[in-house]
């Protein structure tokens, strides 16, 4: 649902704008809300998964979501819809790295990679059907239904969830480092923000960008040095004393643009450069989902037959050797030969970040597991904004000097993030072999 909820709603800013006679820039907080209070929620999830059992803190962001989408189909003005995005976001924030520990606590380090693999491909619906979904829904139905479709989901989910999820263990987590709590949960979303902001505006880095990435790096400075070896600090810093989970947080920050930064590029590759409409658009980049839902499963018997460094050396080779044709280009957007592209860089895709989380998880013990999914979500996410925004950035001051050579040169620059990562999947499988 979380997945799926923020590439449906993707679609829909246009028809918000009309609907809720709201200007752009007060639709744009609409999503903008959401994805900070999701980054002010991140780094509590692993205290109250140790504090409550990670079921349960699972269990109650699903009601609060599913509640929450019900009350933003309500909203009668932006300005509700925009505070009902925040509960939203607050529970979504809790609800993905809760539900990934309770599966890695109930299935241990041996079998995570074939677990994984399965939740990749539930995950990997969002990306690839939202935008079609969020496209026939505003053709055929209100934009409230952008909401209203998580109810059914939900509701199935919470039934099921309290007949089968385990509850998790009370702990007797201490009373968590408030003051380090506000460190980090106002430097993320500072971080996020000036990253989202720079990106989608160009060339544009003045004050408004400046600020926030300025202060979310000195605040998260300061958490680190706070928290580092503390017993009652909100995130366990010192897992990053294991060379095997260092290096499996290294490559899923770089291994992130190559998902999120593709996510970003490929829409306008085939709007701007092909001239497609949106459910066209959607169609094209279905070759994507479909190849990394067919390979996740693979990935993740792989990773657990093998090792999971020796799937994402390979992985992060094969991301590179289907990202390189796009910077070559010569090709027409819409063609075969870009579809057959998509498949195969979703097939690589899936041999890299699957195995890149699946080696922190693992390197971890199971009362620290919390604490990593916490951290490895918070950086992918921080890796994917950032990305994200440099591409942009390069996008939009390339663009008046022509149309395709913007492309190629941006596409090239999604390609040296391509080949940093495969330095890091070969650091992963050779740290991993030592270890």
Do not use: H
Not at 83 to 88: A, D, F, I, M, S
Not at 153 to 158: D, Q
């Amino acid at each position: 649902m979380t997945m799926l909820d923020t590439t449906v709603l993707a679609v829909g800013a246009e028809t918000l704008t009309q609907e809720l006679g709201a200007g752009i820039a007060s639709v744009q907080w609409v999503f903008t809300a959401y994805l900070v209070a999701l980054a002010i929620a991140l780094p509590l999830c692993g205290w109250l998964s140790r504090r409550f059992g990670a079921g349960r803190v699972w269990l109650m962001s699903l009601a609060a979501f599913t509640v929450a989408s019900a009350l933003c189909a309500l909203a009668g003005n932006v300005g509700w819809l925009i505070g009902l995005r925040v509960l939203q976001g607050l529970a979504a924030g809790l609800l993905l790295p809760a539900g990934q520990t309770v599966l890695g606590q109930a299935v241990g380090p041996a079998r995570l990679g074939r677990v994984m693999g399965t939740l990749g491909i539930v995950m990997s619906v969002g990306p690839t059907f939202g935008p079609v979904l969020g496209g026939v829904l505003l053709r055929g139905l209100s934009w409230e239904w952008l909401f209203l479709i998580n109810i059914p989901v939900g509701v199935v989910a919470l039934v099921l969830g309290l007949r089968l999820v385990p509850r998790g263990e009370k702990g007797a987590a201490a009373r968590p480092d408030w003051l380090g709590f506000l460190l980090v949960s106002l430097g993320i979303p500072a971080l996020l923000y000036g990253l989202t902001t720079w990106g989608e505006g160009g060339a544009e880095f003045g004050v408004g960008v400046l600020v926030p990435l300025v202060a979310g790096i000195a605040l998260l400075v300061l958490f680190i040095r706070r928290s580092w070896g503390r017993a009652d600090a909100v995130m366990d810093l010192t897992l990053f004393r294991s060379r095997v989970y260092t290096a499996a947080v290294a490559l899923s920050f770089f291994a992130a643009p190559a998902l999120f930064g593709a996510l970003f590029l490929l829409p306008l590759y085939f709007q701007v450069l092909g001239g497609n409409g949106v459910i066209e658009t959607g169609l094209l980049l279905m070759s994507l989902g479909v190849g990394t839902a067919i390979a996740l499963p693979v990935s993740g018997r792989l990773t657990d037959r093998y090792s999971a460094g020796l799937v994402a050396a390979w992985g992060s080779a094969a991301t590179l050797a289907t990202t390189v044709p796009f910077a070559i280009g010569g090709f027409p957007p819409d063609g075969v030969v870009v579809q057959i592209l998509l498949v195969a860089r979703g097939l690589a895709v899936a041999f890299l970040l699957l195995p890149a989380t699946t080696a922190g998880y693992a390197a971890v013990t199971k009362e620290q597991l919390p604490d990593a999914v916490a951290q490895i979500n918070i950086v992918s996410r921080v890796g994917g904004a950032a990305g994200t925004a440099l591409f942009a950035v390069v996008l939009a001051n390339l663009l008046p000097s022509g149309t395709a050579m913007a492309f190629r040169v941006t596409f090239w620059w999604l390609t040296a993030a391509a080949v940093i990562a495969v330095a890091l999947g070969i650091r992963l499988w050779w740290v991993s072999r030592r270890a």
